[in-house]
């Protein structure tokens, strides 16, 4: 006979199963496929219809671009009518910085983070650096956010998980 316990457990790593599910492949999908986007910034393995960058090539993506340091793009100012920021501001170091710069570049910035009902993203102290106190995943503003707890040790000692 299955313990209340068990049951507890299970009902909780279904829901972070099913959020983690709907926030980043259905979520994601969904706002990637939602227009076509002039620059998709830290593209990882997905295009997004224009130039896709990264600093690392991950897929053989069309119009790919590799750049060095994400808060000095080598694109001139204003360059782009869309950009999309997809599920990276939670891993780099300065998101405040790095938003500026998608606004140099970018006349309408669209930023995508993993929302608080996400426990499984929200608390990923393996990539992570970053909560964001936000339940909606979209936002055309860099949304509040906070250093995730025990990251920075974590990271520091056994460095950045990279799913890649």
């Known amino acids: 006979m299955l313990t209340e316990?068990?049951?507890l457990v299970l009902i909780i790593a279904l829901y972070l199963l099913l959020a983690n599910y709907v926030s980043y492949f259905l979520g994601k999908k969904r706002i990637l496929n939602g227009q076509?986007?002039?620059?998709n910034i830290c593209c990882?393995?997905?295009?997004g219809g224009g130039i896709n960058?990264?600093?690392?090539?991950?897929?053989?993506?069309?119009?790919?671009?590799?750049?060095?340091?994400?808060y000095n793009l080598p694109f001139e100012t204003g360059q782009f009518a869309t950009v999309l920021?997809?599920?990276t501001m939670e891993h780099v170091d300065d998101p405040k910085l790095?938003?500026?710069?998608?606004?140099?570049?970018?006349?309408?910035v669209t930023i995508v983070v993993p929302p608080l009902y996400d426990l499984a993203a929200v608390f990923n102290i393996l990539?992570?650096?970053?909560?964001?106190?936000?339940?909606?995943?979209?936002h055309q503003q860099l949304p509040r956010?906070?250093?995730?707890?025990?990251a920075h040790g974590y990271q520091r000692l056994f460095g950045q998980r990279n799913h890649a």
């Open 145 to 150: 956010h906070i250093k995730l707890p025990f």
């Open 98 to 108: 790095f938003y500026t710069e998608l606004q140099r570049i970018g006349n309408q």
């Open 5 to 7: 316990s068990f049951i």
């Open 85 to 87: 920021c997809s599920h």
């Open 44 to 47: 990882g393995k997905s295009d």
């Open 36 to 39: 076509e986007w002039d620059l």
């Open 53 to 70: 960058v990264d600093i690392v090539k991950h897929d053989d993506l069309p119009r790919f671009q590799q750049v060095d340091d994400i």
């Open 127 to 138: 990539e992570h650096k970053w909560i964001f106190l936000t339940f909606k995943k979209k």
